[in-house]
């Protein structure tokens, strides 16, 4: 029981050392956690939006986050932006997957069909073995999403 006891503290001191490091991406991860719950409890998106951070997957995680909270405030054109300057910046990360994803999604309850088929295309095009592919195959065999996206007949 006491070599449980040390092992923990020596665990516990070891985290708190990580959270000190300011390259750490679990510090960076806890610092864009902690601007999010401050944004959901009313805090402007700028807690998102200036975070600085060196941690390629937890930036692109910053911009998909900041998307959505565009979105949830509905500004449209940040919320968009925000998704292009993922897509640009972290072509090949599943945030941008998620981003392209969520554009569609975003202008196919707005009921404007043809740009929510142009971000699924770009989704496709861009992740052709992706995840969010056979989401949008089973949407259009119950017929949620249009024909026009060409990977989604395959």
Same mark, same amino acid.
């Given at each position: 029981?006491?070599?449980?006891?040390?092992?923990?503290?020596?665990?516990?001191?070891?985290?708190?050392? %990580?959270? $000190?490091?300011?390259?750490? =991406? $679990?510090?960076?991860? @806890?610092?864009?956690?902690?601007?999010? @719950?401050?944004?959901?409890?009313?805090?402007?998106?700028?807690?998102?939006?200036?975070?600085?951070?060196?941690?390629?997957?937890?930036?692109?995680?910053?911009?998909?986050?900041?998307?959505?909270?565009?979105?949830?405030?509905?500004?449209?054109?940040?919320?968009?932006?925000?998704?292009?300057?993922?897509?640009?910046?972290?072509? #090949?990360?599943?945030? /941008?997957?998620?981003?392209?994803? #969520? #554009?569609?999604?975003?202008?196919?309850?707005?009921?404007?069909? /043809? !740009?929510?088929?142009?971000?699924?295309?770009?989704?496709?095009? /861009?992740? =052709?073995?992706?995840?969010?592919?056979? !989401?949008?195959? %089973?949407?259009?065999?119950?017929?949620?999403?249009?024909? /026009?996206?060409?990977?989604?007949?395959?």
């Amino acid at each position: 029981m006491r070599a449980n006891g040390k092992k923990r503290a020596l665990n516990l001191k070891k985290l708190q050392g %990580m959270l $000190h490091e300011p390259e750490n =991406p $679990h510090r960076q991860l @806890a610092q864009l956690r902690i601007a999010q @719950a401050r944004v959901q409890l009313k805090g402007p998106s700028s807690l998102v939006s200036s975070l600085v951070l060196t941690d390629f997957d937890v930036d692109a995680e910053r911009l998909y986050a900041l998307s959505q909270i565009y979105r949830s405030e509905k500004r449209e054109g940040e919320m968009l932006a925000a998704i292009d300057q993922l897509v640009q910046k972290y072509p #090949a990360s599943k945030w /941008s997957e998620d981003g392209l994803m #969520a #554009a569609g999604n975003y202008y196919w309850v707005e009921l404007n069909r /043809s !740009q929510a088929a142009s971000y699924y295309q770009r989704l496709l095009d /861009s992740f =052709p073995a992706g995840k969010k592919r056979i !989401q949008l195959r %089973m949407a259009r065999r119950l017929g949620r999403v249009p024909e /026009s996206p060409a990977g989604c007949r395959r």
